[in-house]
């Protein structure tokens, strides 16, 4: 997005004349922008502002909403598939072009852990942040009203894998939010929810550095949240989660944060790949050794000259010239790659539109340089960690810096005053507590009052009018108890077949 963007003002001239054409494939006609997917879980923005409409916003980009499924280059042709397509049965479409740029990011690393796809779930867009948020709410609902220890101990126990910033900061906002939520239950308290972080390395939030990443641990481990550093999830079958250390926790909640991969669209592309499978990228964003092929964001392993040329300072030698992706700097090491994060990506796209632009028109091309500003990262309402040109912050100020750069950092001025609005909102009422799982089956009603009614039993009534069965009564299965797919939270029995909280997350990581 933030790359057609910039290349629709860059040519303007020449999309007005008819001299350019700037297309746009993507699966969801949206750019999510993922830092506010925390608090989008915790009620604390509407899920429909972190989300930017790209037609609003490219309004001189032709925008197909599909999927690429292979690309070839040498033909510059890329195939791939549309609503349309899909609807009709009808082959994939193929598209022509002159110029490349592949910007897929990325997608969640999933391990072979057994039961993790069964009953995982992630963490990297709007939908499975909305989908936890319900899916913990419901969890609530089904312990507060079943008389089963077991089931309510599972209910009530929610385990994290991954201590980075999805992780730490998804699992923050949600115990924050369930925990105000438990003072509306009568037999539920904020000390029955058991909240587990596991984290393989010996620390968490490695980006604000290791001062402050154990200042998050005491934060957490304050709330009650088990954390388990140095330790892997093995297995999650049957809802028990099992790690390397030895403990069992039976739960009925596993978010995977652990990691992420490369869009499967850069193997698909053919293009040249580093031996972690991001493709191979110069500092001026070309794909390496391929002419008219452009990369940026987390799918590009773009060097990063910044870091080279501390490292260089630092040992007290000077690396100058150009250099190239996947070669060597002065004394034979492969220069680092730029880390798969928003900076980077954001500050990428607006240079590769920047040097494509400097292509089209022959005019030189410059190099990707980028200084890391310093990270900020949440921990809930009111607090949070940030390490930012060198100060450390923490405790509420450091909440106050993250809101301040993600708010300016938002796409668009529409997109930055809603958000502005509901955090005033939100000071000044008390927090939504509501789970609207039915939005994931919204027809469900309608096909269970569409069904047709069961068939009478013999000898009992005929369900004529009269009866209070019949088509004319007000007191037919449609206005009883709702245990059918479309039940969102209550007070009912947790233990019914149609209890959304038994099977929330039971789909995989995209439910």
Known sequence: ??????????????????????????????????????????????????????????????????EVHAIDHAARTATLATLATEEAGAPDTRLRYDELVLAPGSVSRV????????????????????????????????????????????????????????????????????????RYYHNLRPEDLRWMLVEASDRILPEVGADLGRYAVRELRARNVDIRLGTRLVSCENRVAVLDDGTRRPTRTVVWTAGVTPAPLVAASGLPRTARGRLRCTTQLRIAGVDHAWAAGDAAAVPDLTAAREAA?????????????????????????????????????????????????????RDYAHANAGSVASLGLHKGVAHVYGRKVKGYPAWLLHRAYHLGRVPTFNRKARVLAEWTLSGLFKREIVSLGSLEHPRAEFELAAAPPPPPEPGGPSGGPSGGDGPGSDHGPHHGPRQGPGRGSGEGSGDGPGHRGDDRLDDGPGN
């Open 1 to 66: 997005m933030y790359t057609a963007l910039r290349l629709q003002r860059r040519l303007k001239a020449e999309l007005r004349e008819g001299r350019a054409e700037i297309t746009v494939v993507t699966p969801e006609p949206y750019m999510t922008y993922q830092p506010f997917l925390p608090e989008a879980a915790a009620g604390s923005i509407s899920p429909r502002h972190v989300v930017v409409p790209l037609r609003r916003v490219l309004r001189r980009c032709r925008i197909i909403a599909g």
């Open 111 to 182: 391990l072979p852990i057994p039961g993790l796809a069964e009953h995982g779930a992630g963490f990297k867009t709007v939908e499975e942040a909305i989908g936890l948020r319900n899916h913990v709410i419901e969890q609530m609902d089904l312990a507060s009203s079943t008389r089963d220890p077991a089931l309510r101990d599972a209910a009530l126990t929610f385990v994290f894998v991954g201590g980075g910033y999805a992780g730490v900061e998804a699992l923050a906002e949600l115990e924050d939010m369930a925990r105000y939520a438990a």
């Open 313 to 365: 300072a630092r040992s007290g030698s000077v690396h100058g010239g150009p250099v190239h992706g996947g070669t060597a700097g002065a004394e034979g090491a492969r220069l680092p790659d730029c880390a798969p994060n928003a900076q980077h990506a954001v500050r990428q796209a607006r240079l590769l539109a920047d040097n494509l632009t400097a292509a089209l028109r022959g005019t030189p091309l």
